[in-house]
Every structure is written in structure tokens, then in C-alpha cells.
Nanobody, 121 residues
Framework: VQLQASGGGSVQAGGSLRLSCAAS????????MGWFRQAPGKEREFVAA????????TYADSVRGRFTISRDIPKNMVYLQMDNLEPDDTAVYYC???????????????WGQGTLVTVSS
């Protein structure tokens, strides 16, 4: 599965962004898709994940209630709607795929190239 993340940018605190992840394979429905982020000098951390069928989702505590992950199976797309952004959300965001719902980066086998999100105070 090849993944392409997009939608990053610069916003002020309290603003919103929507990240998109395009998958190249139609067997997209067999996979779990996740979003991770990595801030400068920090380890990559889990943000959110969703199973493609039936669409169960899980979130990191730091983003629950502010971020929403969703998927569009016919379009092979996964989205991360980020609302009420905070400066601590500044990071490069990556989408990734796994064969089951996972929060550990090591369990994801395919990764997109990352998109930068910068939140200013």
C-alpha cells in the first residue's frame, strides 16, 4: 500500500486543519489506517486510528475530543479533522497502514511521507 499525506499548513491556536491520506490500493478495506506525529526532538507518537470496516476509531488522550479520524472507502481516503489546535500539536503528521487496529508505530507496515502542521500561539 502506498500512502500520500497532504493538508498540512500553518494556523493559529484555536484554528482547524484537515489532513488527507490517499491510499493506492483498492484492498484498502482490509487495512487499519492510522495517523502519527513527530515533533522536533521527540519520538513519533500515535494520534488516531480507524479500521476501514466497520470504522471503529481510537484516539490518543491528547487529541480526543479535538481530532476526528474518518475514511472514505470508495475514494481510498482517510482524513484527520483537527479542531481547536494547540501549539503542542505542531509536528510532522504521518499516515500509516496496519492489518489491525494498533497504537504502536512498530505495528504499521506502510507509511506516507508526512505533512507539516505548525500551530502558533
Amino acid at each position: 500500500v502506498q500512502l500520500q499525506a497532504s493538508g498540512g499548513g500553518s494556523v493559529q491556536a484555536g484554528g482547524s486543519l484537515r489532513l488527507s491520506c490517499a491510499a493506492s490500493r483498492r484492498t484498502f478495506i482490509d487495512y487499519c489506517m492510522g495517523w502519527f506525529r513527530q515533533a522536533p526532538g521527540k519520538e513519533r507518537e500515535f494520534v488516531a486510528a480507524i479500521t476501514l470496516s466497520p470504522g471503529s476509531a481510537t484516539y490518543a488522550d491528547s487529541v480526543r475530543g479535538r481530532f476526528t479520524i474518518s475514511r472514505d472507502i470508495p475514494k481510498n481516503m482517510v482524513y484527520l479533522q483537527m479542531d481547536n489546535l494547540e501549539p503542542d500539536d505542531t509536528a510532522v503528521y504521518y499516515c500509516a497502514s496496519s492489518d489491525s487496529l494498533q497504537t504502536s508505530a512498530g505495528r504499521y507496515t506502510s507509511w506516507g511521507q508526512g505533512t507539516l502542521v505548525t500551530v502558533s500561539s
